[in-house]
């Protein structure tokens, strides 16, 4: 019982932390779901954002930003693309502000400032931490 005592939380906590998804189980954000930054553009880069699969928010979709406005909800386990224009671009993440549930209380907003060359990829993944909440960083993907 002790033994259970002491694993049980340690359970609970590393199931809140979110882990990338293999290639394979990753979904496109469906078109209803993308809101912006769809077309494409001369002298545009491309912005890439994987949400990784967790416990955590699981059933919440989060609002993906550019420039402060709303560009996708994504839901765990999806991938969005967007085109934008060179420059430096905000990116972020926000609460789904057209989610009726507990989702949409509370606050959230990570942004990255991201200068974008015309051509580019750049690719960024939505995490979700026990301790830290929701965050978007750059994706480093494995080698």
Same mark, same amino acid.
């Given at each position: 019982? &002790?033994?259970?005592?002491?694993? @049980?939380? @340690?359970?609970?906590?590393?199931? =809140?932390?979110?882990?990338?998804?293999?290639?394979?189980?990753?979904?496109?954000?469906?078109?209803?779901?993308?809101?912006?930054?769809?077309?494409?553009? #001369?002298?545009?880069?491309?912005?890439?954002?994987?949400?990784?699969?967790?416990?955590?928010?699981?059933? =919440?979709?989060?609002?993906?930003?550019?420039? &402060?406005?709303?560009?996708?909800?994504?839901?765990?386990?999806?991938?969005?693309?967007?085109?934008?224009?060179?420059?430096?671009?905000?990116?972020?993440?926000?609460? +789904? %502000?057209?989610?009726?549930?507990?989702?949409?209380?509370?606050?959230?907003?990570? #942004?990255?400032?991201?200068?974008?060359?015309?051509?580019?990829?750049?690719?960024? &993944?939505?995490?979700? #931490?026990?301790?830290?909440?929701? +965050?978007?960083?750059?994706?480093?993907? %494995?080698?």
């Amino acid at each position: 019982m &002790r033994l259970i005592s002491a694993i @049980l939380p @340690l359970l609970l906590l590393a199931g =809140c932390s979110s882990f990338r998804a293999d290639p394979e189980h990753v979904k496109q954000v469906p078109a209803d779901r993308l809101l912006a930054f769809q077309e494409v553009r #001369e002298g545009a880069g491309q912005i890439v954002v994987n949400r990784d699969l967790g416990m955590m928010g699981g059933g =919440c979709y989060v609002a993906i930003e550019v420039d &402060r406005q709303v560009a996708a909800r994504i839901g765990v386990g999806e991938v969005a693309s967007f085109q934008v224009p060179a420059g430096t671009r905000v990116v972020g993440i926000t609460l +789904d %502000k057209q989610d009726d549930t507990l989702c949409s209380m509370g606050r959230l907003l990570r #942004e990255l400032a991201v200068p974008v060359t015309a051509g580019e990829t750049y690719a960024f &993944r939505i995490v979700s #931490e026990n301790q830290g909440g929701f +965050d978007i960083r750059p994706d480093m993907p %494995k080698p």
